[in-house]
């Protein structure tokens, strides 16, 4: 592969782990909205499954991501492989390979979206249920 081949490959996972961050984050939300709006109205059973669905939808987007995070990892390797190589790399890609923020975590940039992200899918299951035994008492 060519360096723009290579930069074209990590800049469309890029962006797909960006939309994907983006949807989870509003699916979150609008459950969240939800289970405020409809707590008094709602089955716990209609809950539950709700919750169910959206764990499965989680762990497959989660999937996803980490597919994505792979290819810009190995897509960064490509890149430092031609460097090696001998071929000069335009500043685009030496940026990349510099300073890619898939490339070259560190332990508290992970701590920090390992943490964002099991947060926001432990509030977004503990507040439905909270909601709904509030509005039962």
């Not at 290819?71 to 890609?93: F, H, K, N, P």
């Not at 964002?116 to 899918?121: A, C, E, K, L, S």
Request: a neutral charge; proline letters at 1%.
């Amino acid at each position: 592969m060519t360096e723009a081949e290579i930069l074209t490959e990590i800049a469309v996972h890029g962006d797909r782990i960006w939309a994907i961050m983006q949807y989870w984050t509003s699916v979150c939300f609008g459950l969240l909205i939800a289970a405020h709006l409809t707590a008094a109205r709602v089955s716990g059973y209609i809950i539950a499954i709700f919750l169910i669905l959206y764990s499965i939808f989680t762990f497959q987007l989660m999937t996803m991501l980490r597919f994505d995070m792979k290819v810009i990892q190995a897509g960064i390797m490509e890149l430092e492989r031609l460097a090696d190589s001998g071929e000069t790399l335009g500043l685009t890609a030496q940026a990349v390979v510099e300073n890619g923020p898939v490339a070259h975590d560190t332990w508290y940039t992970l701590l920090l979206r390992r943490v964002t992200g099991v947060g926001m899918f432990i509030a977004t299951i503990a507040y439905p249920i909270y909601c709904h035994r509030k509005a039962k008492r």
